[in-house]
């Protein structure tokens, strides 16, 4: 496992965008970023192997987030353009030991505490 910090959350108004940021302190394989609103259950955002040359994306962000990576920064990325307020959660960065990106929450072993982001109408 490694520790997980994620950054760049924050109060926005609809259609901004925002970039969030996850650093890591060792070598993660694949990561992932997932959300929980309130009420909600954690929900799958967008997924990214090892070396970044492979991506997917949850229905509900395709075509407005981006997820990278910067291994030599331990950073982890995710860009978000059109922002809507039901994009309101909690925004959780995942790792898992293996290079494969996986979309399912139970494949992650490591989590970190989560970056909060509000965006008003």
């Known amino acids: 496992q490694v520790q997980l910090v994620e950054s760049g959350g924050g109060l926005v108004q609809a259609g901004d965008s925002l970039t969030l940021s996850c650093t890591t302190s060792g070598n993660p394989g694949a990561m992932a970023w997932f959300r929980q609103g309130p009420g909600k259950e954690r929900e799958f955002l967008a997924t990214?192997?090892?070396?970044?040359?492979?991506?997917h994306y949850g229905d509900s962000v395709k075509g407005r987030f981006t997820i990278s990576r910067d291994n030599s920064e331990k950073t982890l990325y995710l860009q978000m353009n059109l922002l809507k307020p039901e994009d309101t959660a909690l925004y959780y960065c995942?790792?898992?030991?293996?290079?494969?990106?996986?979309?399912?929450?139970?494949?992650?072993?490591?989590w970190g505490q989560g970056t909060q982001v509000t965006v008003s109408s």
């Open positions: 995942a790792a898992k030991d293996d290079p494969f990106a996986s979309v399912l929450t139970s494949s992650y072993d490591s």
């Open positions: 990214i192997s090892w070396k970044g040359t492979t991506t």
